[in-house]
Nanobody, 125 residues
Framework: QVQLVESGGGLVQAGGSLRLSCAAS????????MGWFRQAPGKEREFVSA????????EYADSVKGRFTISRDNAKNMLYLQMNSLKPEDTAVYYC??????????????????WGQGTQVTVSS
């Protein structure tokens, strides 16, 4: 069984930064791609970013490209999302997830195997 726990969310003004963390435990974290998704009230969960098992390949949604950076530390079983130049439209609950099938992480939430409980990010204008 895999457990994922996100942290680092909070309230920030537009233009500010936050760093989300995701701690993984229970199985071999290093073998799998991981991703970040977000869900705003009344909207579907959407892809934000993904990273391959060894970090050599990353993917970003167009809406966050150039502002967000995904990274991982396999020695610590940690996944990160550095979010800069935050906008009010980035406000959502952010989730980390593990993709046990695809090399660099799928764009589709249905293809992820395990999820964290989420952390709230609120960006004020």
């Amino acid at each position: 069984q895999v457990q994922l726990v996100e942290s680092g969310g909070g309230l920030v003004q537009a233009g500010g930064s936050l760093r989300l963390s995701c701690a993984a435990s229970g199985r071999t974290f290093n073998d799998y791609a991981m991703g970040w998704f977000r869900q705003a009230p009344g909207k579907e969960r959407e892809f934000v970013s993904a990273i391959s098992w060894n970090g050599d390949r990353t993917e970003y949604a167009d809406s966050v490209k150039g502002r967000f950076t995904i990274s991982r530390d396999n020695a610590k079983n940690m996944l990160y999302l550095q979010m800069n130049s935050l906008k009010p439209e980035d406000t959502a609950v952010y989730y980390c997830a593990i993709d046990m099938t695809h090399y660099s992480g799928s764009y589709y939430s249905s293809e992820y195997d395990y999820w964290g409980q989420g952390t709230q990010v609120t960006v004020s204008s």
